[in-house]
């Protein structure tokens, strides 16, 4: 099956810096999407990108599908940003989302 | 719309008690998956359907695992019988269901939390 890598595993940051996060896959996706897992436990969709660039507010992802990798951009970070972001991609030929390991971010007052 | 719905949100049972999990999916989606999240193997599919039917379930752990989709409004995951190491959070997901390489977002809901003593 196809491999999902997602750097760093751990990110610390204090109140309004920027962070880049970074998902690499090992094969052609149809589907790709960024979660953002809260303390509470809830998968919150971010973005659905499997190329291009989209922006949401202060988030913004950049997949290079050629390239096999995609970027989550978070500018001037807030403590609620705080919790795991999951990279998913869908693979040809499967429907379902094969999940990156995550990047626990941590954003201090 | 009021997203995926999943009861019970939290879960404690005994080891060799039957555990049902139940999901709602969003209203009009042909697409529902379950998944399952724990610290050593993360977020995992262990099934989907697909109008109702079937498509994948290579994922389901062994014969103690059994999902239905009786209609397209309700799933159910079984799991007969727990075992300690079941305990996890497991996820609703559903989409649209568009047809594969078309783009096809999915939805979580907030997960059952299963603790198996």
């Known amino acids: 099956g196809i491999q999902v890598e997602q750097s760093p595993p751990d990110l610390i940051l204090q109140e309004g810096a920027n962070s880049t996060l970074r998902c690499n896959f090992s094969?052609?996706?149809?589907?790709l999407q960024w979660f953002h897992q809260n303390p509470w436990g809830q998968l919150i969709n971010l973005f659905y990108i499997p190329s291009g660039t989209k922006q949401n507010g202060r988030l913004s992802a950049t997949t290079v599908a050629t390239e096999r990798y995609s970027l989550l951009y978070i500018s001037s970070s807030q403590t609620t940003d705080s919790g795991v972001y999951f990279c998913?991609?869908?693979?040809?030929?499967?429907?379902?989302?094969?999940f990156g390991s995550g990047t626990r971010l941590q954003v201090q007052p | 719309d009021a997203g995926v719905i999943q009861s019970p949100r939290h879960e404690v049972t005994e080891m060799g008690q039957e555990v049902t999990l139940r999901c709602k999916p969003i209203s009009g989606h042909n697409s529902l998956f379950w998944y399952r999240q724990t610290m050593m193997r993360g977020l995992e599919l262990l099934i989907y359907f697909n109008n109702n039917v079937p498509i994948d379930d290579s994922g389901m752990p062994e014969d103690r695992f059994s999902a239905k989709m009786p209609n397209a409004s309700f799933s159910t995951l079984k799991i007969q019988p727990s075992e300690p190491r079941d305990s996890a959070v497991y996820f609703c997901?559903?989409?649209?269901?568009?047809?594969?390489?078309?783009?096809?977002?999915?939805?979580f809901g907030p997960g059952t939390r299963l603790t198996v003593l």
């Open positions: 997901a559903s989409s649209r269901g568009r047809r594969l390489g078309s783009p096809d977002t999915q939805y």
């Open positions: 998913a991609v869908e693979y040809t030929g499967r429907r379902a989302l094969t």
């Open positions: 094969d052609s996706v149809n589907n």
